[in-house]
Antibody, heavy 122, light 109 residues
Framework: QVQLVQSGGEVKKPGASVKVSCKASGYTFTAYYVHWVRQAPGQGLEWMAWINPDTGGTDYAQRFRGRVTITRDTSVGTIYMDLTSLESDDTAVYYC???????????????WGRGTLVTVSS | QSALTQPRSVSGSPGQSVTISCTGSSNNVGGYSVSWYQQHPGKAPKFIIYDVNKRPSGVPDRFSGSKSGNTASLTISGLLSEDEADYYCSTYAGSYTFVFGGGTKLTVL
């Protein structure tokens, strides 16, 4: 079954870091770029970053550069999103999403994980 | 505030058609392809339109897309109650980044 399975919800204190995982299955892991998108409570979708699982190449939205790191482990077909210096505004559901086009980064997100709720609270 | 502007809400009665706009600039919507997503409450978004007007397998032909200049549009015809959801447009924003519109809540009256 083609799917992205994300790790469970997290509760963190301000200033802490969180690492969310996204495990791909049912397709060739290295063939499709993966993106991260977040959604704060009651708010819209916000694009954060992408990774090329084949090369490990990444890029990030300007507002997250320096604070978010996307990595992958090809041996287990998993993508990781590491977000540091958490603030209350980082409370959101974080989604991983696969790019539709094999081998390309076209920004059409055809397969989504169920999302991981990260709550930042003192 | 997103670089792509969508109406906050639209509504229509069952069987009618509604159109949701997504307005950007020549640096995003006007210059690149657009995709659309449907999101029901508490669920992950669903991919419904790509490359401006193409539908992924399984998406009903009641959903269609178009683009004119810096504005892309999603039209849903023959509205069903199950179409009530939030809708988002997305496109390339330059410098290898992407952007979503602010989202539109569709209410089926």
């Amino acid at each position: 079954q083609v799917q992205l399975v994300q790790s469970g919800g997290e509760v963190k204190k301000p200033g802490a870091s969180v690492k969310v995982s996204c495990k791909a299955s049912g397709y060739t892991f290295t063939a499709y770029y993966v993106h991260w998108v977040r959604q704060a409570p009651g708010q819209g979708l916000e694009w954060m970053a992408w990774i090329n699982p084949d090369t490990g190449g990444t890029d990030y939205a300007q507002r997250f550069r320096g604070r978010v790191t996307i990595t992958r482990d090809t041996s287990v077909g998993t993508i990781y999103m590491d977000l540091t210096s958490l603030e209350s505004d980082d409370t959101a559901v974080y989604y991983c999403a696969r790019d539709w086009s094999s081998g390309k980064n076209v920004g059409f997100f055809d397969l989504w994980g169920r999302g991981t709720l990260v709550t930042v609270s003192s | 505030q997103s670089a792509l502007t969508q109406p906050r809400s639209v509504s229509g009665s069952p069987g009618q058609s509604v159109t949701i706009s997504c307005t950007g600039s020549s640096n995003n919507v006007g210059g690149y392809s657009v995709s659309w997503y449907q999101q029901h409450p508490g669920k992950a978004p669903k991919f419904i339109i790509y490359d401006v007007n193409k539908r992924p397998s399984g998406v009903p032909d009641r959903f269609s897309g178009s683009k004119s200049g810096n504005t892309a549009s999603l039209t849903i015809s023959g509205l069903l109650s199950e179409d009530e959801a939030d809708y988002y447009c997305s496109t390339y924003a330059g410098s290898y980044t992407f952007v979503f519109g602010g989202g539109t809540k569709l209410t089926v009256l």
